[in-house]
């Protein structure tokens, strides 16, 4: 198949969070799969292009992309995605890319993704590359569904068969505007097909039309898909997609293990597998040295890598963590940066508790994957996790996950059962305080049964989140629209 595939992120040139590795990891198993992928990104003036060797495209001449009174002139460079022989193609706008940030609250943030949707599709037009599909990611290309049955119908030799996927990676990112933008979609003539009671209330909402429009609506996981139907994680847009059907699914997202496993970790000074644990203990006594706490045998080390951020539950460890930390013999490392308060609760801790608790504010791919191998559990409370990666890449390293059942945690954590010696972690049901400090208590007493730990530890190495299975549902879906 011919696939067009367009993200706001592709890892590692720009990622802030899970898109990043899913726009490189499927485009990157799809065409190993044998399909012609074209991949779109925006030049964000962050990203190193002496670093993966970019070159101009010169099948595509630079050319000017007219949206309302706007008009900005673009071009096209490649580089080719590591680990693969596949180009990624970044559109280079230096009006609208040349800033610190990936994203912004500038007034002109609409355009930005406009341009990146509609010179795409031209670029298609100047190459004759049919699409079979177009996948689009998020609210930032939400519009595209809606552009090919407008502005480019009229193109049926390139567009005529195209059908359009939308992945919602994260539901309550909209993409929200005035409606005095609608000129810049250049779609203002087919202004009837816009949400017309949203239009008379001042607002055009990105991520509902990709909903209305797109041929299918995936998720990043099952349950994450039947939650966002439902009042609670809908954030207003339930209604809409119980309005799809059958057209919105879950396909949960996969892990790419040349990158996350510990027996091949590039970033590891050891390396382990499930037959062959020994090595995760000396991860564990470097990663302690790493970070200044020391190494005592026997003392269960927790691990977070998070954004810091109201999402991810991180709130419900304040009223009981600082009694756990002084009662028990645990350690507990945290590497992120978001919210101050979250922020300010580790620093405390780490004030507090010197032997026990580390915290580094701010991002460290190398300390990410020090963590997920030298922990022995991997703290994710979420209050709702659309997917969520790294449950499955700590499965992989033997890190027992302890989680919140809800979205792609539900669906990828198994409850630990010590009668049946089942289950891959520690899992909590009710998003409050109280559930969590069951969940932590468990993982301390688990840990203390040296035999059942084992075996928790390798139930969890022997799953397969690869993406080699999770693209062949991308496949099956894209055949079936």
């Avoid at 991002?363 to 997920?372: D, R, V």
């Amino acid at each position: 198949m011919n696939i067009l595939f367009l993200s706001s992120e592709v890892a590692p040139f720009a990622k802030t969070g899970g898109l990043g590795d899913v726009a490189a990891a499927l485009p990157r198993q799809l065409h190993k799969n044998g399909h012609d992928v074209r991949l779109f990104l925006p030049l964000y003036s962050r990203i190193d292009t002496a670093k993966f060797a970019f070159r101009k495209v010169e099948s595509l001449k630079p050319w000017r992309v007219n949206l309302g009174s706007h008009s900005y002139e673009v071009a096209v460079f490649a580089a080719r995605l590591p680990g693969s022989e596949l180009d990624v193609f970044f559109l280079h706008c230096p009006a609208l890319y040349g800033r610190q940030a990936l994203y912004s609250s500038d007034g002109d943030e609409h355009l930005r993704f406009l341009v990146l949707s509609h010179a795409a599709l031209q670029a298609c037009q100047q190459w004759r590359f049919k699409p079979d599909v177009v996948h689009c990611n998020d609210w930032q290309t939400a519009l595209v569904p809606l552009m090919l049955k407008t502005r480019y119908a009229w193109d049926e030799q390139v567009f005529g068969r195209t059908k359009s996927v939308l992945t919602i990676h994260n539901l309550n990112y909209q993409g929200r505007f005035p409606s005095s933008t609608l000129p810049d979609t250049g779609m203002l003539e087919s202004a009837s097909l816009f949400h017309q009671d949203q239009l008379k209330e001042g607002l055009i909402n990105h991520l509902l039309h990709g909903i209305l429009y797109a041929n299918a609506i995936t998720t990043v996981s099952p349950t994450y898909a039947r939650e966002i139907q439902g009042s609670e994680y809908g954030v207003g847009l339930d209604g809409f997609l119980r309005g799809r059907g059958r057209a919105v699914l879950g396909i949960l997202n996969g892990v790419d293990y040349d990158e996350w496993s510990p027996q091949v970790d590039k970033h590891l000074p050891v390396h382990f597998g499930p037959d062959n644990l020994g090595p995760k203990e000396q991860m564990k006594e470097a990663l302690l040295r790493r970070v200044r706490l020391p190494y005592v045998p026997g003392v269960p080390l927790f691990g977070i890598v998070s954004r810091l951020a109201g999402q991810k539950g991180f709130e419900l460890l304040d009223s009981f963590m600082p009694r756990l930390l002084d009662r028990e013999r645990m350690q507990l490392v945290v590497l992120g940066n978001g919210e101050r308060r979250l922020a300010r609760m580790f620093f405390d801790w780490q004030r507090r508790f010197r032997t026990q608790v580390h915290f580094h504010n701010g991002f460290s791919n190398e300390l990410a994957h020090w963590i997920e191998a030298g922990s022995d559990f991997f703290v994710m409370p979420s209050r709702y996790e659309p997917c969520g990666l790294n449950q499955m890449y700590s499965l992989k390293y033997g890190t027992v996950p302890i989680v919140r059942r809800t979205g792609g945690l539900n669906d990828t954590v198994e409850l630990w059962n010590p009668r049946a010696q089942r289950g891959t972690g520690i899992v909590f049901d009710t998003y409050d305080s109280q559930g969590l400090r069951w969940a932590m208590g468990t993982a301390l007493d688990v840990y203390k049964d040296r035999a059942a730990y084992r075996r928790l530890q390798q139930n969890g190495m022997a799953q397969d989140f690869s993406w080699q299975h999770q693209a062949k549902l991308y496949e099956q879906l894209y055949r079936a629209i």
